[in-house]
């Protein structure tokens, strides 16, 4: 991505914002961008009420559905600015449609994983695509819609992102009870597709020229090996001290 360098400006970009809230091309930016975060942010908590069962059918201890939690966690909360950066210097749409790319491989990675060790190192994948994905998003509704309407559709994508975290206990409860905790991570995949194509279509790209050419990329990874050295010490920690005791 580096190497190609940013694209020249769009008319959009050169033109400033100009969607009205309430219109045809406001309405598809706010679906494909609340439909994107909104299912990251779903899968921060509809994994919770799926866990007894994956720790059954996959013979995890209570470490390993510790690190199906946190690995996301992890890796969204370490990338996050890195992926807002990003997405001002190449583009906004382009790493919006690269997170959901990423993010929906890996739930068919984790509604497929064989253990508990393939179905963290896919969670934490996932995080990596929610961290491109979720401030695009946010970035694209606030660039592209006119200032007059700016706040109402913040504060739409805000409303219909939030709700997907409030319902993801009962529809993961009743999707493990229903069929399995696979459909969990599965159902991302329609729904990502219809995102995607909508971002495709109807979306148009945004950048911030004002944006530093280089990304501050090793403090992200740097900032992320620390804060993953505090969780592994937080999950492994009491079980290692147990181990010893014993």
């Known amino acids: 991505m ?18 009205r809230y309430g219109t045809a091309a406001g309405r598809w930016v706010l679906a494909a961008t609340a439909l994107g975060s909104g299912m990251a942010f779903l899968d921060g908590t509809v994994v919770n009420v799926a866990l007894p ?22 890796t969204l909360g370490s990338l996050l600015l890195l992926g807002g950066s ?15 790319v990423g993010f929906t491989v890996a739930s068919g990675l984790c509604g497929a994983a064989p253990s508990i060790g393939t179905l963290i190192a896919a969670r934490a994948v996932q ?12 970035a694209l509704v606030s660039s ?13 994508w805000s409303g219909l992102s939030g709700v997907s975290t409030a319902v993801g206990p009962f529809l993961g409860g009743w999707l493990v009870d229903a ?3 696979r459909l969990v991570f ?15 279509r109807h979306v148009p790209e ?21 804060l993953g050295g505090v969780v592994f010490a937080l999950i492994e920690g009491p079980a290692a001290a147990g181990a010893s005791r014993s």
């Open 2 to 19: 580096t190497a190609a360098g940013p694209s020249p400006p769009s008319a959009a970009e050169r033109d400033g914002p100009a969607l």
């Open 53 to 74: 069962s994956i720790g059954r059918e996959l013979s995890a201890g209570f470490s390993g559905l510790q690190w199906t939690l946190d690995a996301y966690l992890l």
């Open 86 to 100: 990003l997405g001002d210097l190449y583009g906004r749409r382009r790493l919006f449609v690269t997170g959901l």
């Open 127 to 138: 995080g990596v695509g929610a961290a491109l994905l979720i401030p695009s998003s946010l």
């Open 144 to 156: 592209l819609f006119h200032p007059d309407d700016r706040g109402r559709a913040i504060g739409a």
């Open 179 to 181: 069929v399995s905790w």
């Open 186 to 200: 599965l159902l991302n995949l329609p729904l990502a597709a219809v995102a995607i194509a909508i971002a495709v």
């Open 206 to 226: 945004t950048r911030d020229a004002r944006a530093g050419r280089r990304p501050d990329v090793a403090g992200a990874v740097t900032g992320a090996l620390g």
